[in-house]
């Protein structure tokens, strides 16, 4: 089975400018969760979506935004980019439904962001 | 979720086991422990998780205190590709509440 895939792999942008980052889930999962990695930070959760909807919120600015698809796929959103957005984010998909139960979260390779 | 406390760093030399402790002295009856890997630059990967029976897979094996106040992931024969930063996670599983809290985890260094 495939693993979560991240597109792009790398990218650069310039201050001000605006970004879409793309994640492909386990085939079957219906949770995808995004997360941002910075030296400082370390790994922070941005949020997750289930079924299409937004179902859990970290504690970032509203320049952070997503979306799932039908199909389960998600997209995160930056906009107004700032230095300090520079960072790996991290998509992870999961089987999650409701109810009980581990749900184990497997995670993409992620998107390196540069902001300058 | 509760917090959780790894020291920052172990090594161990390859071939041997490597017994990576945590500490979640505030766990709730209904919390999961899991741990995860990152290899340096790599997405995290999944390594274990345990409610209060000790589990293994083919990865690595799992002891949870009978307390459950804390636990240790055992890899029962370290590799110099086991070198990575361990985190150990606690948090109610299922549901809507799927946030993982990264902590800064312990790094694992294998040497030869």
């Known amino acids: 089975k495939a693993g979560v895939t991240q597109t792009p792999r790398y990218l650069i942008k310039t201050r001000g400018q605006q970004v879409t980052l793309s994640c492909s889930p386990i085939?079957?999962?219906?949770?995808v969760s995004w997360y941002q990695q910075t030296p400082g930070q370390g790994l922070q959760f941005l949020f997750e979506?289930?079924?299409?909807?937004?179902?859990n919120k970290g504690n970032f600015p509203g320049r952070f935004s997503g979306r799932q698809f039908s199909n389960s796929r998600s997209e995160m959103n930056v906009s107004t980019l700032e230095l300090g957005d520079s960072a790996l984010y991290l998509c992870?998909?999961?089987?999650?439904?409701?109810?009980?139960?581990?749900?184990?979260?497997?995670f993409g390779p992620g998107t390196r962001l540069t902001v300058t | 979720d509760a917090k959780t406390t790894q020291p920052p760093s172990m090594d161990c030399a390859e071939g041997r086991a490597a017994n990576l402790p945590c500490n979640h002295s505030?766990?709730?009856?209904?919390?999961?422990v899991y741990w995860y890997r990152q290899i340096h630059s790599q997405g995290p990967q999944y390594i274990i998780h345990?409610?209060?029976n000790n589990e293994t897979n083919e990865m690595a094996s799992l002891i949870i205190t009978e307390d459950r106040k804390s636990s240790t992931l055992i890899l029962p024969h370290a590799t110099l590709r086991d070198t990575a930063v361990y985190y150990c996670?606690?948090?109610?599983?299922?549901?809507?509440?799927?946030?993982?809290?990264f902590g800064k985890g312990i790094t694992l260094s294998v040497r030869p």
């Open positions: 085939s079957g999962h219906r949770s």
């Open positions: 505030t766990i709730s009856g209904n919390e999961y």
């Open positions: 992870a998909s999961s089987l999650v439904g409701s109810g009980t139960g581990a749900n184990e979260q497997y």
């Open positions: 345990g409610l209060k």
């Open positions: 996670i606690v948090r109610v599983a299922g549901g809507a509440n799927s946030k993982l809290t």
């Open positions: 979506y289930f079924s299409e909807t937004q179902r």
